[in-house]
Each structure stands twice: as structure tokens, then as C-alpha cells.
């Protein structure tokens, strides 16, 4: 580890302990997947007490790290947890300009709020979903008024309105093996070559996890998100050909 991924894990332990010691849950901010590969990699320092990655829906990219005492027995969730949504809407009508996440998250950290504080934003026409840290709500409503050229709405929302934002794009194809970098080549839509090359780039990640190797093998339901690329759920093999190549079929995250 370098030495900011050494600072993650001390900080991280130091949390771990305090949940233990105190006998109470403890949380992270919200981390993205190179920290989250940090956390996955050490996961036997944490032993002594749960621990729970959360991210507020199925699927999310950024999530937080739950410690928890022996007596949860279950994640937090609702009100237990340390996040919650917040739904951003344009209140321009027809003379709305359409944003980008890049739109969305710039308004945020232009009020001075750290990376950390923000979960992943899910952007619909003419509005978004947020998700970020119960410190940071009540901020985010009385100061987010605008996104890009567009006076905005900032109000809490639900966890249960977020299922209903992500939205799949279907893709299939055959594969001459289920190896990652034939994966890969297949939702890039490029050459193994490129795709391997993506691999050693330390770009790819299978449920937050860092993957290198060209020769791993993914399972069904396995989220994996590729940097410059996006994300994709990983549905398995439906059928093969008489020469042998997989039909396989992904859902790539819109």
C-alpha cells in the first residue's frame, strides 16, 4: 500500500476499534472503489467486529462502511443510516437545460463540501437524486439552488424512490470464454487487447473490488465497473454456440 492507502487503513481500523471499545455502530464517509478495495483487502484486521458496505440502493458505486457491535444482527437502515437522498428538480419548466452528472455534482462541491460527504447522484430528465451524508442535508436544501443555468429544488427524498432511477441498457453477444478480458472486450465493445490493457491499468472493478487479471472468471449477478466506461451487471451464459462461443448477456447501468 502507499502511503494514502496506509492512512485509509489506519483510519479505518481506528473506527473499527472505536465500535468495539464502545459497543456502538460506527461509519465511514462515503468511498469510492479504490478505497473500497483497500477496505475488501484487509477485511481479516476487522474480525472483531460486522462489518457492512452500504451504499444506499443495488448496484451503487460509492458506499460507506457500517461497524457494527455484535448485538446488530442486521445493517442499519431508514433512519439508522448515516445517509439519505436528496432529489434535485429543476424548476425552469420547458426552458430547463439538460445536465450531466459532472453538472450536478460541480454545484456541490462548489458549495465546499468534500467528496467524501456525496454518494452516488442519479440523473433523470429534468432532475436528479442525490445521496449524502445526514450532516450535510440540511446544507444541501437551504444553499443548492442552482445547476448549471437552472434555478433547482433540494428536498429529501426516499431510498425507495432510487430503484426506480437506475435504468438498464441490455447488450449480448457471444464470447469465446467467460475470461474477463473477453468480457470486457465485449461491453467496450473493443479488441482483447484493448480491453487487457484497461486491466493493467487498474481501471476495472468487481463489486468494488479491484481486478487485474485477464483470466478471471465472473459470476451472475457480479456488478462491474470499468473507469471511462461505466458499469455493467453481469447476467451469465444463456446459451452456447454449436462452436462452442458463450451467449451471454450483460445490463449496462444508463
Same mark, same amino acid.
Given at each position: 500500500?502507499?502511503?494514502?492507502?496506509?492512512?485509509?487503513?489506519?483510519?479505518?481500523?481506528?473506527?473499527?476499534?472505536?465500535?468495539?471499545?464502545?459497543?456502538?455502530?460506527?461509519?465511514?464517509?462515503?468511498?469510492?472503489?479504490?478505497?473500497?478495495?483497500?477496505?475488501?483487502?484487509?477485511?481479516?484486521?476487522?474480525?472483531?467486529?460486522?462489518?457492512?458496505?452500504?451504499?444506499?440502493?443495488?448496484?451503487?458505486?460509492?458506499?460507506?462502511?457500517?461497524?457494527?457491535?455484535?448485538?446488530?444482527?442486521?445493517?442499519?437502515?431508514?433512519?439508522?443510516?448515516?445517509?439519505?437522498?436528496?432529489?434535485?428538480?429543476?424548476?425552469?419548466?420547458?426552458?430547463?437545460?439538460?445536465?450531466?452528472? &459532472?453538472?450536478?455534482?460541480?454545484?456541490? #462541491?462548489?458549495?465546499?463540501?468534500? $467528496?467524501?460527504?456525496? @454518494?452516488?447522484? %442519479?440523473? /433523470? =430528465?429534468?432532475?436528479?437524486?442525490?445521496?449524502?451524508?445526514?450532516?450535510?442535508?440540511?446544507?444541501?436544501?437551504?444553499?443548492?439552488?442552482?445547476?448549471?443555468?437552472?434555478?433547482?429544488?433540494?428536498?429529501?427524498?426516499?431510498?425507495?424512490?432510487?430503484?426506480?432511477?437506475?435504468?438498464?441498457?441490455?447488450?449480448?453477444?457471444?464470447?469465446?470464454?467467460? &475470461?474477463?478480458?473477453?468480457?470486457?472486450? #465485449?461491453?467496450?465493445?473493443?479488441? $482483447?487487447?484493448?480491453? @487487457?490493457?484497461? %486491466?493493467? /491499468? =487498474?481501471?476495472?472493478?468487481?463489486?468494488?473490488?479491484?481486478?487485474?487479471?485477464?483470466?478471471?472468471?465472473?459470476?451472475?449477478?457480479?456488478?462491474?465497473?470499468?473507469?471511462?466506461?461505466?458499469?455493467?451487471?453481469?447476467?451469465?451464459?444463456?446459451?452456447?454456440?454449436?462452436?462452442?462461443?458463450?451467449?451471454?448477456?450483460?445490463?449496462?447501468?444508463?
Amino acid at each position: 500500500m502507499d502511503r494514502e492507502e496506509q492512512l485509509l487503513f489506519r483510519r479505518l481500523r481506528d473506527l473499527a476499534d472505536t465500535c468495539y471499545s464502545r459497543n456502538i455502530p460506527v461509519y465511514t464517509d462515503f468511498l469510492n472503489l479504490n478505497e473500497q478495495t483497500v477496505f475488501l483487502s484487509k477485511l481479516s484486521e476487522f474480525s472483531h467486529v460486522r462489518t457492512v458496505l452500504h451504499g444506499g440502493y443495488e448496484g451503487a458505486e460509492r458506499k460507506i462502511v457500517c461497524f457494527l457491535p455484535a448485538y446488530e444482527e442486521d445493517g442499519p437502515s431508514g433512519a439508522q443510516l448515516p445517509f439519505l437522498p436528496l432529489r434535485i428538480r429543476s424548476s425552469a419548466g420547458k426552458f430547463t437545460v439538460p445536465c450531466t452528472h &459532472r453538472d450536478y455534482l460541480g454545484a456541490v #462541491l462548489n458549495l465546499g463540501i468534500e $467528496r467524501g460527504k456525496i @454518494g452516488d447522484i %442519479l440523473v /433523470g =430528465e429534468g432532475q436528479a437524486h442525490l445521496l449524502c451524508m445526514r450532516s450535510m442535508a440540511d446544507f444541501l436544501t437551504e444553499n443548492l439552488t442552482s445547476v448549471r443555468r437552472n434555478p433547482v429544488l433540494c428536498v429529501r427524498a426516499e431510498l425507495s424512490e432510487l430503484a426506480a432511477q437506475v435504468v438498464f441498457t441490455e447488450m449480448s453477444g457471444t464470447v469465446a470464454s467467460l &475470461r474477463m478480458d473477453s468480457l470486457l472486450a #465485449l461491453f467496450m465493445k473493443s479488441s $482483447r487487447s484493448a480491453s @487487457g490493457s484497461v %486491466l493493467d /491499468g =487498474e481501471r476495472v472493478f468487481v463489486n468494488g473490488r479491484l481486478c487485474t487479471s485477464h483470466s478471471a472468471v465472473p459470476r451472475k449477478g457480479d456488478v462491474i465497473s470499468v473507469r471511462g466506461f461505466g458499469k455493467f451487471v453481469f447476467d451469465g451464459v444463456s446459451s452456447s454456440t454449436k462452436k462452442g462461443r458463450l451467449f451471454i448477456t450483460i445490463r449496462k447501468y444508463s
